[in-house]
């Protein structure tokens, strides 16, 4: 009887062991986060001394300005604009970008790196003031702090202009020390921006066994259209955009807002202004655009691989053609032709390998801007830097300041397996179901270039995305539909209604009081900023 309450006992305790044990054995891991940085998070140093050589610093432009200001008063009299050229062009190249050339190989012609940061971001207290709002990059680790803690989070930084194959290299390195010290075997992926690029050239050549989790925050993945255009010499400016481009991007500098808003009511005003402005900006660039390229584009951003990532195909071999003609270095073109036809070409085919084995994957875009106004591509709609198209994979989007049609307008893409969804939105600027991932892909308007700001409900919803226990869908969350809408002053993330004021744009539909109320109201938002500062 003893021998069986024993065994009784032991098979008791042994139960409730097990029990206890299981739940351990089977949670779910919890992976650590890294962010991978997009193109000039943090400068270009100075291998040695450790100084700042690109982007340049504020007194170097204006040292130039002031060398080149006394040409451009003679050339003022004389309108000999290769004698401008011969004054400025080469000293532009010398100042500000022959340090961050490349040669002929691909290989940097200097001693030149960036900041890395090799050790959970906990090692780093004093690099990120998270008590601030924060915007780009910056923002985004943030949100993993704050979400899985700084010793969970980590940041992978890489000098942007060398081969995206070989900083595939150096992430997959840098993944598996990050496994390593964390004792885990997969992590969360947050690639912003040209992320997206070193992201998909990582996958390329070591697969996603090691990655969980890849939310691809407006990222240059497939390409941008702008630098296609850019590297294929067509080049112009459209001054009715400058001014909403710059009232766009500088959208936390209350007096550039200011500048514009006047700027845009001075030229509508007078006519004749606006046009003197184009045709003189015409002139210029038909006069001094084969130099530019020649002497500075060509040597410097086209100098670069990682920069030949951002080509899209339709634009690629025009492109080489263009900057090179038949003088590309053989191993220059091994290079850039791997990235592009190995990877860029192929990525929603990668993309959607990793994913059936097993990675969950997100897509934020952003739309509502207009690009950089250096290319026809200007209308497009944007992040003010990538096109929406691209970044959501293959989305159907309207011009900027048009819609897809009225009321009455159907979806064209049949990429969504449930028919009943509806991926329009409800302003008729994008249609979802034509990208890659229509129900995976979320939709920001207003919202600038991986602009999502710490301190504001961009957080949340990275928060959110970087945990939620299986693969996000724009169906799971109804504080976080597909299209959503971004409020600047209040940072506030509210559910697309169709009916939105305009308020981040001066586009032709607006007037002199709407202007004064967004100056206003960016001059509200400003003294609300600094009152929280005092706070803290």
Not at 256 to 272: G, H, N, S
Not at 393 to 407: I, S
Request: aromatic share 12%; glycine share 6%.
């Amino acid at each position: 009887m003893k021998k069986t309450l024993r065994k009784i006992l032991a098979l008791t305790m042994a139960a409730i062991m097990l029990l206890t044990i299981l739940p351990v054995a089977f949670a779910k891991e919890e992976a650590p986060v890294i962010v991978v940085s997009g193109m000039g998070s943090y400068p270009l140093t100075d291998g040695e001394t450790g100084e700042q050589v690109y982007g340049p610093k504020t007194e170097t432009i204006f040292a130039l300005v002031g060398r080149a200001l006394p040409d451009a008063v003679k050339f003022l009299f004389t309108k000999d604009w290769q004698a401008l050229a011969d004054a400025v062009v080469g000293d532009v190249y010398d100042s500000i970008f022959e340090c961050m050339a490349c040669d002929e190989e691909g290989n940097s012609k200097h001693n030149v790196t960036t900041k890395t940061f090799p050790l959970s971001l906990d090692n780093y207290p004093d690099e990120w003031d998270l008590s601030a709002r924060l915007a780009d990059e910056e923002a985004v680790i943030a949100a993993a702090i704050k979400t899985v803690g700084a010793e969970n989070s980590y940041f992978f930084n890489y000098d942007w202009r060398l081969d995206p194959m070989a900083t595939a290299e150096k992430l997959n390195a840098f993944i598996e020390n990050v496994k390593k010290a964390e004792n885990c075997s997969k992590v969360t992926l947050i690639p912003c921006s040209m992320g997206g690029v070193m992201t998909n050239a990582y996958l390329s050549k070591y697969g996603n066994e090691s990655v969980c989790r890849m939310i691809y925050a407006m990222t240059a993945y497939h390409g941008m259209d702008m630098v296609g255009e850019l590297l294929n010499k067509n080049l112009t400016l459209d001054t009715k955009l400058l001014t909403e481009y710059l009232f766009a991007f500088q959208r936390d500098k209350v007096d550039m807002q200011i500048l514009m808003a006047l700027l845009k009511t001075v030229t509508e005003m007078f006519p004749a202004l606006s046009k003197g402005l184009d045709g003189f900006i015409d002139e210029s660039l038909f006069e001094l655009s084969d130099r530019v390229y020649n002497e500075i584009l060509v040597k410097s951003l086209g100098s670069c691989p990682g920069f030949w990532s951002f080509v899209p195909d339709n634009y690629y071999e025009g492109a080489k053609k263009a900057m090179f003609g038949d003088k590309l270095n053989a191993e220059f073109e091994r290079k850039i032709d791997e990235y592009h036809y190995g990877v860029q070409v192929k990525a929603h085919e990668l993309m959607e390998k990793v994913r059936l084995s097993g990675t969950e994957i997100v897509l934020l875009s952003s739309y509502g801007f207009v690009g950089a106004p250096c290319t026809t591509t200007a209308y497009e709609q944007s992040d003010c830097l990538i096109e929406t198209y691209h970044e959501a994979g293959g989305a159907t989007t309207a011009l900027w300041g048009k819609t897809l049609g009225d009321e009455s307008y159907e979806a064209l893409g049949t990429v969504c397996a449930d028919k009943s969804h509806n991926h329009v939105s409800t302003d008729l600027i994008v249609d979802a179901s034509t990208g890659v991932y229509p129900e995976y892909t979320w939709y920001i308007k207003y919202n600038r270039h991986v602009g999502l700001d710490y301190y504001t409900d961009c957080t949340d919803f990275l928060s959110w995305l970087i945990t939620a226990e299986n693969q996000p869908t724009v169906h799971d969350n109804e504080s976080y539909p597909q299209f959503m809408h971004f409020n600047n002053t209040t940072g506030k993330l509210t559910s697309l209604t169709g009916s939105e004021r305009k308020a981040n744009i001066l586009d032709g539909e607006s007037n002199f009081f709407v202007r004064i109320f967004v100056i206003l109201e960016s001059l509200y938002s400003t003294i609300i900023n600094w009152f929280e500062g005092l706070k803290k």
